[in-house]
């Protein structure tokens, strides 16, 4: 099963709006980290949130993490037709024999030039 | 740093047959985690290897299988394929520190059809 559910399955915006991303996990964990995968390809890391932080930005991304909402949201300001993407949290918890990491269904994000 | 690299990119096979894919992480990353990635059940981890030791184990059949190498280059097995193992498997890899606090480099994955 996996433990980060995403809210909207998929996002239409137009570029230049903000587009906001949300996801919440079940059991403790040390980190979450946000991913973007272009069609088809690998995905590429753009941010990581201790469970002691609360906010991190990283250009024009903003991630925001409630642990006792077990909730996290990712968003994106100015987007651009560029971040057009599927966009994925990852929860990384304790497991036995070190950490696991299991990924959110995603967030397909279409930004219309 | 040359990023992480996939071999084969694509791959068709048929039912029954067995099928090996390889992996080389960033230069100097000891962790590889192999992932399975399809439209009906996303991304789902099927195990990490570090120093030549898997540390984890998702929960897929034995059929799938792995190994590390003292060069940290990885490589997956899949025995007996079933139609349900298309799918774009994804490499990734992690550099040293603190085990779960890093970020992943993610390869472009391999595309494997079974017909």
């Known amino acids: 099963s996996q433990q980060g559910e995403e809210d909207p399955q998929a996002l239409s915006i137009q570029e230049g709006e903000n587009a906001t991303m949300n996801c919440s996990y079940k059991?403790?964990?040390?980190?979450l980290q946000w991913y973007r995968q272009n069609s088809g390809r690998g995905l590429v890391h753009l941010i990581l949130i201790r469970s002691n932080e609360r906010e991190k930005h990283s250009g024009r991304l903003r991630v925001t993490l409630d642990t006792s909402k077990k909730s996290s949201s990712l968003l994106i300001t100015a987007s651009r037709a560029a971040d057009t993407a599927s966009y994925f949290c990852a929860t990384v918890s304790p497991n036995t024999g070190g950490f696991k990491t299991i990924f959110g269904a995603g967030t397909r994000l279409f930004v219309k030039a | 740093k040359a990023g992480v690299t996939q071999t084969p990119r694509y791959l068709i096979k048929t039912r029954g047959q067995q099928v090996t894919l390889s992996c080389s992480p960033i230069s100097g990353h000891r962790s590889v985690s192999w992932y399975q990635q399809t439209p009906g059940q996303g991304l789902q981890f099927l195990f990490e290897y570090f120093s030549e030791t898997q540390r984890n184990k998702g929960n897929f059949p034995g059929r799938f299988s792995g190994r590390q190498f003292s060069n940290s280059r990885s490589e997956m097995n899949v025995s007996t394929l079933e139609l349900g193992d298309s799918a774009l498997y994804l490499c990734?890899?992690?550099?040293?520190?603190?085990?779960?606090?890093?970020?992943?480099?993610f390869g472009p994955g391999t595309r494997l059809t079974v017909l």
């Open positions: 990734a890899s992690s550099p040293p520190g603190l085990a779960g606090s890093s970020e992943q480099f």
């Open positions: 059991t403790s964990i040390n980190n």
